[in-house]
């Protein structure tokens, strides 16, 4: 069965770190969020004073960041001096668990920086296990020529299609998160197998796009939550299209979230304030 939209989130525009423009649609406004992803922002600019500044440090716990750089550089530094220098194209996939303090600033002064950095909450049985991160750069990331001349780059979990299947670096993540970056020529079909069970959605930053059965037209820079079903099957339009495809199995329990803290109870979160105020924050 055919997915269809359900459910439209709009990217809006907003600014965060030290003034770092950019559009948040899932965890955005009324902070709706779609189980297990908890935030995406896109970042996307040519002008230096949009981002120059980045996310000085901050902390996190409770969850995973993943980062994903279309256009720029960005260097991530943390409070146990790991650093790890994401260019254009790579990932960064961290796992915040108990506690991180971490600063991500970008590394030009010109030209373009684009991105998404998306938040994947963790079940309540590993939010205080320990921190940890795998930078992918773009040559570790499978991309495989579709014969209508597009092409997808797998992040995480497996292209499946008409027995194809082609699997990405980030593997064995209890939410079973599937995270696929597609480009497709006009005119061009794309499908891909969503298992039932995993909440799923669309994210389309460039061209036109058409989605489900009967088809539909998706907007923009908006979170296109899908809806029951087994596959994903869109068409691009004269432009073509380039979007993000996301999907992971709900934890169905209960969400706490202070900023970058996001746990399951109030009383966990004022543990999560104490412990970074006083310093206990990230003792192993
Ligand atoms: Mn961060």
Redesign the pocket.
């Known amino acids: 069965m055919i997915r269809n939209i359900q459910t439209i989130i709009p990217g809006i525009a907003t600014s965060d770190g030290a003034g770092v423009k950019l559009r948040r649609s899932i965890g955005g406004q009324n902070q709706v969020r779609l189980d297990p992803f908890l935030m995406l922002d896109e970042f996307s600019s040519n002008d230096p004073n949009d981002y120059v500044a980045g996310?000085p440090a901050?902390p996190?716990r409770g969850f995973e960041?993943v980062t994903y750089m279309l256009e720029g550089h960005m260097l991530h530094e943390d409070h146990l001096g790991n650093q790890g220098h994401l260019k254009t194209g790579g990932v960064q996939w961290?796992t915040a668990g108990r506690g991180i303090i971490?600063s991500?600033m970008p590394q030009q002064v010109s030209g373009a920086m684009r991105g998404f950095?998306l938040w994947i909450n963790l079940p309540a049985k590993e939010k205080m296990k320990p921190a940890g991160y795998q930078d992918i750069q773009v040559e570790d990331i499978p991309q495989i020529a579709l014969s209508n001349g597009g092409s997808v780059k797998i992040i995480a979990g497996a292209y499946e299609n008409e027995g194809t299947v082609v699997s990405g670096p980030i593997q064995g993540i209890t939410t079973a998160p599937l995270f696929l970056d597609v480009h497709l020529p006009p005119n061009a079909e794309f499908e891909q197998s969503i298992p039932k069970e995993l909440n799923a959605f669309v994210y389309m930053y460039e061209g036109d796009l058409e989605l489900g059965a009967p088809k539909q037209a998706a907007p923009k820079q908006a979170a296109i939550v899908l809806g029951n079903g087994d596959r994903l099957k869109v068409l691009s339009g004269a432009a073509g299209a380039q979007f993000i495809v996301l999907a992971g199995l709900p934890l169905n329990e209960p969400i706490v979230q202070y900023g970058?803290f996001v746990m399951n109870t109030r009383a966990e979160i004022e543990q999560a304030v104490d412990d970074y105020q006083n310093n206990r924050f990230v003792i192993a």
Request: aromatic share 12%.
């Open positions: 996310f901050h996190h960041t961290m971490h991500e950095q970058p």
